[in-house]
């Protein structure tokens, strides 16, 4: 366990006994499970060349249960239980690279600086925190990239409009951070092309006040049933009390461990993961947020 900045702490996790962990690329995260908390996402951050290694670092966050279990009670040695990996923030080959980090947001972008410079790409990090000493790993990315902080402490915040109006040729922008700056990095590069700009969620995007929820059909193609999903009711929860298991982790639309694929049926998504592109295409959904925008969906299921 490492203090990375006032707040945020890493933990490299190993196999209980010994053996090698789990390939993952850049992008990928992990299920943290701690006995009596809910399940947590955590972005791996280290080496992906290591495999008797992965680390993850945790941002300490008011009343978090999780959080606060790992800044309070865990301690090297301990024995924890961690699922996965598993990667929804692909990091593509490209020439030239533009990251954006907010805080806690460094640690899926990290590895792609590590992997942006052994491929020979140039790569900058816009690096946003209240303070240089808030920044955690912003020595280590410095190692890989020409890094640029912007804190609001020293009056340098970033001007996310006017940085990205304009579209950078051969250019992959990849963020992460708190909701107000990918909300700001998204309106500012809506006339980028397509795929060109990609994020990372921790946290589910907000929803409109008094979004509707209305009920409608889901027929299950595989197992012949058919469902009804009542107001307030999730496809996901619905599946489970007809018997069905999926498999789920976050529930709030972050992590896609519960896709799945849409055989008919018009789907309005409410997950923080498919891109404009991957929602107009209409042929998976997340079975914890989203729901029908019409009166009947068809699942492969």
């Avoid at 020409?146 to 940085?163: F, S």
Wanted: proline fraction near 6%; include cysteine; glycine fraction near 8%.
């Amino acid at each position: 366990m490492t203090w990375e900045s006032p707040g945020v702490v890493s933990l490299d996790l190993v196999a209980a006994d010994g053996s090698a962990l789990p390939a993952w690329e850049p992008g990928a995260h992990i299920d943290l499970h701690l006995a009596g908390a809910p399940v947590r996402q955590y972005s791996l951050c280290g080496d992906p060349a290591r495999r008797d290694t992965w680390r993850v670092a945790v941002r300490e966050v008011p009343g978090g249960r999780v959080s606060g279990l790992v800044h309070k009670a865990l301690r090297p040695g301990a024995l924890i239980e961690a699922e996965g990996p598993r990667n929804n923030f692909l990091f593509v080959a490209a020439p030239r690279y533009l990251f954006i980090a907010g805080g806690i947001g460094i640690t899926p972008i990290l590895p792609m600086l590590r992997a942006a410079r052994l491929a020979g790409a140039q790569a900058m990090l816009l690096f946003c925190a209240r303070s240089a000493a808030d920044a955690p790993f912003l020595a280590e990315a410095r190692e890989f990239a020409e890094v640029v902080t912007h804190c609001a402490d020293d009056g340098t915040r970033l001007d996310v409009a006017a940085r990205l109006a304009t579209p950078e040729a051969d250019t992959l922008v990849y963020c992460c951070g708190p909701e107000r700056l990918m909300n700001a990095v998204e309106q500012a590069t809506a006339a980028w092309p397509e795929g060109s700009v990609r994020f990372e969620w921790f946290t589910p995007r907000s929803r409109p006040e008094g979004e509707g929820a209305d009920a409608f059909e889901v027929v299950c193609a595989q197992s012949g049933l058919t469902l009804k999903v009542a107001p307030g009711v999730s496809v996901l929860q619905a599946l489970r009390e007809a018997g069905l298991d999926r498999p789920s982790s976050c529930e709030q639309g972050v992590c896609g461990t519960c896709e799945c694929r849409v055989l008919e049926g018009e789907v309005d998504h409410r997950d923080s993961i498919l891109s404009a592109s991957e929602r107009a295409a209409n042929d998976v959904m997340m079975t914890c947020v989203s729901r029908a925008k019409g009166a009947r969906l068809v699942l492969d299921i």
